[in-house]
């Protein structure tokens, strides 16, 4: 979001020509008293930008704490066996199909 805003400056005007001197004989002159001019008020027009608003963090999920247990997990001794057989007959089946493809020569 823009505001737009007014500002108020002092700003002292130059003269829009200068007349140069021309060359005379210096003549003894009194300085005169001049009145000081007040400066002129000019009014500009400055765009501000409103600060942004702080970023709101998300709100995490609280982590799920499972209560103990008095009883710890038993090892299942059947699937252990039962795995390690299927591991073993794949290792077989995978040999098996390596060397099939090789010739024999006699």
Not at 28 to 36: A, D, K, R, W
Not at 41 to 62: H, S, Y
Request: cysteine-free.
């Amino acid at each position: 979001m823009i505001i737009v805003t007014t500002i108020k400056m002092e700003l002292t005007e130059a003269p829009e020509h200068v007349e140069e001197p021309e060359e005379q004989e210096p003549e003894e002159q009194e300085p005169e008293e001049q009145e000081p001019e007040e400066p002129k008020l000019v009014e500009q027009e400055v765009k501000v930008k409103k600060p942004r608003a702080k970023r709101v963090p998300k709100a995490k999920p609280l982590p799920v704490v499972e209560p103990p247990t008095d009883i710890p997990p038993r090892a299942d001794a059947d699937f252990w066996r039962d795995m390690l057989i299927t591991k073993r007959e794949m290792e077989k089946a995978e040999t098996r199909a390596r060397y099939s493809n090789l010739v024999i020569l006699k």
